[in-house]
């Protein structure tokens, strides 16, 4: 007879599939693959991925370091920046925070996650910065010209 366990894996209950009996060779039934079977279990493949999320959230955040850079030393290369799009990503980024915090309880996701809205909101303040100073400068020039003409 066969038997079912539930694993419990955060707020779901999943069913894992243990093979019963023997297949016509006397081997155990192979109708899922060792894969699938290590992710039902729990195995390895948690913990790898786990670890390959926390890698490339950290190598995501060092792709942000050259545009950082660009935005630091470029003025002008700021007014390029679309602000409205940063603030929608930004603002998904923390929906994304608040689940990695209430639904999955996982310090590593929040981590990863808070870090990524740090790195946004840094090139949405340049973005804003562009906008400010571009303003600022062309009011400038424009009084400057104003007050030229009438001379």
């Given at each position: 007879m066969c038997k079912h366990k539930s694993v419990k894996r955060g707020r779901?209950?999943?069913?894992?599939?243990?093979?019963?009996?023997n297949n016509s060779a006397g081997q155990?039934?192979?109708?899922?693959?060792?894969f699938q079977q290590a992710i039902?279990?729990?195995?390895?493949?948690?913990q790898v991925l786990s670890m390959l999320y926390g890698i490339s959230g950290v190598a995501a955040l060092g792709c942000y370091l050259p545009q950082l850079l660009r935005y630091?030393?470029?003025?002008?290369?700021?007014?390029?920046?679309s602000v409205v799009s940063w603030s929608g990503w930004i603002a998904a980024t923390l929906v994304t925070l608040l689940y990695a915090v209430f639904v999955e309880k996982s310090s590593l996701f929040a981590s990863v996650t808070a870090l990524n809205a740090a790195a946004q909101s840094m090139v949405l303040a340049y973005g804003v910065k562009g906008r400010c100073s571009g303003n600022a400068s062309a009011?400038?020039?424009?009084?400057?010209?104003?007050?030229?003409?009438?001379?």
């Open positions: 779901l209950f999943r069913h894992a599939y243990f093979p019963c009996g155990r039934s192979t109708a899922r693959t060792n039902e279990h729990g195995g390895g493949m948690e630091h030393r470029d003025p002008h290369a700021r007014k390029s920046i009011s400038a020039s424009a009084s400057f010209h104003a007050g030229h003409d009438n001379a």
